[in-house]
């Protein structure tokens, strides 16, 4: 029968239930540690098949990305080379010849032909008018057409009968006689239809015979290139002049020489590049032939006839050429497709908005495109590989890179695609196993609760029982069976684990204030080796970043407080400056009221302990400037930072310190206290271990024991990290 309880509880029940400490309950505690368990081997299990399934999803992109780059430089390669065969095969053909000696021969018989007056008004009138509306057009330029104007009596009269009565290239390769009854024309009725079939089945952009002079004695297109001299004429710079000198001065007839893509107005704003090979037998060269490289061919390569996704480069993906100059070489995809896009982007990345335009209105963004990133800088310094990285439209892409070996141009071949598309499957993958680990994790926390009551309900009645006494019940029993011993055992064991309970609170407690102590006096792992015995506690540290800051404006602004509102604020400040440094896995030295001194890489080595350090410095600054609206003061920040070796301690014996000294300490001192302005100092070292380019000012050097060290101040404009 349970009795009455008292007004005033007795000394002993207040002692016990202020005493008690709240706590989980075994069935709480067995309930914890079973989903912990299973988090905890889910979560490993999960990390392994997530790193492992990752690793082999992105190597898989890669890996596909890699042969479609392969593949299209071998494509490339091998379309330069069945170009040089031919070139090699028409350059001995016996017909090449007999066409060159029959061209040659009828240019120069033109030599002296007399054009009337009318007809040499045709010819003006064709270059100031519609020749110079064209180019202009083409190349959004105004053009003088006096220096394309024919020079000799040959070119005239070939450009009068071939050239001018065409409105387009079409027609006048389609005709094989001008009816002039001059013995050029006869040799064009007899070889027009073989250069013809020449240009149109090769896609060549056109064919041209060339003498032993530098006169263009044939183009299969007739442009206003035929009958001009590229040694002395017009286009004495351009490319096809270069090519065709290397050409005749290497005395071999079995010799290719091709150009990269350069300016020739006679191709109407389009860049030509060329491929020159002499023409004869014997030895003996009677001429060259030139062909204008077939910009179709090449980016049929590149685009896969425009079919980027049949050919494994998905919504996004794309292949194309760049060369020494940072220019494409072929057409992009986003032009092709998305134009209105491409136009956005490309001004957005730095592209001039007149240039944009034009790519968008000519469709080629053949020597328009800059390509400044970094697969295209790595390519053409040699380099194979794969990178990811912003493209040539600023989009964050997967790029596989290498040099193009193609005689004497200097090509490089990126296959690209963005990292949205090529690491869709791993967001698939991680999406799944969430899920998956989820339900997993559901159906062990109902396995774990079913087990956990099944242990503890003997547990329960023993709990059940104590908790009556503990509230003052009498006459309490605890059904144990038939043993009468057990309520005894029971009572005497609640009375000790009460009294035990109570000191080990009170244990708990003195030791989390002293746990906390040592904490704010030193790192955890110096504290661990304190608390096991350890009394001379040293260490050294490779590769360390230290800072060393102060606030500069604090003084002038606590003078006006005080002194226990100053110190009350500088207390937030450097509270503020802990959580920051916490952030960024730096870790406080120690904090005095005229300096903070913290590191990074001391006790967890961090291979960016550099940049987080620089990062810190600049978050504490952006703290102060908080700190210094919020209070009307200005307050900035003075910081020297250095890397190098340190050594980390305990000094003292009665009154122990943990310090921090050594070279990289001592230089950080003096770079920030060399100098009364405010601002970010560090060193070279520092400088050195930063990733990418830095808004940095010179700011001197220091004399050390090694020797001048140069130091470096951020730029208070740079929007750093």
């Not at 328009?368 to 040539?392: F, K, M, W």
Request: with cysteine; glycine share 8%; proline share 4%.
């Amino acid at each position: 029968m349970t009795s009455t309880a008292p007004e005033s509880p007795p000394e002993t029940d207040v002692a016990r239930t202020s005493g008690r400490r709240a706590g989980l309950s075994i069935q709480s505690s067995l309930l914890i540690m079973l989903l912990l368990v299973s988090l905890l081997s889910s979560g490993v299990v999960g990390l392994i098949g997530y790193v492992n399934g990752s690793d082999s999803l992105r190597d898989a992109a890669f890996d596909r990305l890699i042969g479609v780059r392969d593949s299209r430089a071998r494509e490339v390669t091998e379309l330069f080379t069945r170009i040089k065969n031919t070139m090699l095969v028409q350059s001995r053909n016996s017909e090449t010849i007999d066409a060159t000696e029959a061209f040659t021969a009828g240019f120069d018989e033109l030599q002296s032909a007399v054009l009337t007056p009318d007809e040499t008004a045709a010819i003006s009138a064709y270059f100031t008018g519609p020749f110079a509306k064209k180019l202009g057009d083409a190349t959004g330029t105004i053009v003088d057409p006096t220096s394309f104007m024919p020079s000799n009596p040959a070119e005239s009269y070939l450009q009068l009968h071939y050239t001018i009565p065409f409105d387009n290239f079409d027609d006048s390769i389609a005709t094989d006689d001008a009816g002039d009854g001059s013995a050029w024309s006869a040799a064009n009725a007899q070889y027009q239809g073989q250069f013809r079939r020449m240009t149109e089945l090769l896609d060549f952009e056109d064919v041209l015979l060339l003498d032993t002079k530098g006169n263009v004695v044939y183009t299969a297109y007739k442009g206003v290139d035929l009958g001009t001299n590229v040694l002395t004429g017009p286009y004495a710079f351009s490319n096809l002049a270069t090519a065709y000198s290397k050409a005749l001065g290497t005395n071999n007839l079995d010799t290719v020489e091709f150009t990269d893509f350069g300016e020739y107005p006679p191709s109407l704003g389009v860049p030509a590049a060329w491929a020159v090979s002499p023409v004869g037998s014997g030895g003996q060269p009677i001429g060259a032939i030139a062909v204008e490289m077939p910009i179709d061919s090449i980016n049929s390569v590149m685009t896969g006839d425009m079919s980027w996704s049949n050919k494994g480069l998905g919504k996004t993906g794309e292949t194309y050429l760049v060369g020494s100059d940072h220019l494409m070489r072929s057409t992009s995809r986003e032009v092709v497709e998305h134009p209105e896009e491409y136009l956005a982007k490309a001004v957005k990345a730095g592209v001039k908005p007149d240039r944009a335009q034009r790519i968008i209105d000519t469709g080629s963004t053949l020597l328009q495109q800059p390509i400044t990133t970094v697969a295209v800088d790595r390519a053409l310094n040699s380099e194979t590989g794969t990178v990811i990285g912003d493209n040539y439209l600023g989009d964050e892409s997967l790029a596989a890179f290498t040099p193009v070996h193609i005689d004497n141009l200097d090509w490089v071949i990126v296959a690209e695609i963005s990292t949205d598309e090529a690491f869709a499957p791993v967001r698939a993958f991680t999406r799944n196993l969430v899920l998956s680990a989820t339900g997993l994790i559901i159906l062990v926390a109902l396995l774990s609760l079913l087990l956990a009551q099944i242990i503890v309900r003997p547990l329960r009645r023993l709990k059940v029982a104590a908790g009556r006494i503990a509230a003052g019940e009498e006459g309490v029993q605890v059904d144990a069976g038939r043993s009468d011993e057990l309520a005894d055992v029971g009572t005497a064991f609640n009375d000790m684990s009460r009294s035990l309970q109570v000191k080990a609170a009170l244990l708990d407690e003195q030791v989390a204030e002293n746990q906390r102590l040592l904490l704010t006096l030193m790192p955890e792992t110096v504290a661990k080796r304190y608390r096991d015995g350890d009394q001379n506690i040293v260490q050294d540290h490779q590769e360390v970043t230290v800072l060393y800051a102060d606030i500069v404006g604090f003084d002038e602004y606590s003078r006006t407080l005080p002194s226990d509102k100053a110190l009350e604020q500088l207390n937030d400040i450097l509270r503020t400056f802990d959580e920051a440094a916490e952030l960024h896995s730096v870790e406080r030295v120690r904090t005095t009221r005229s300096g903070y001194l913290a590191s990074c890489g001391l006790t967890i080595p961090r291979v960016d302990n550099a940049r987080r350090t620089v990062d810190l410095a600049v978050e504490m600054q952006r703290i102060l400037e908080r700190f210094g609206a919020q209070f009307g003061a200005t307050l900035n920040l003075r910081a020297g930072i250095d890397t190098g070796t340190v050594t980390s301690g305990l000094v003292g014996r009665s009154h122990m310190v943990y310090d921090l000294w050594g070279d990289a300490v001592s230089l950080a001192f003096r770079v920030q206290g060399e100098t009364a302005d405010a601002g970010i100092f560090f060193t070279q070292r520092v400088l050195d271990k930063l990733p990418g380019s830095q808004n940095v000012q010179d700011a001197g050097t220091v004399q050390t024991a090694g020797g001048e060290q140069r130091v470096w101040r951020l730029n208070p404009s740079a929007d750093h990290g």
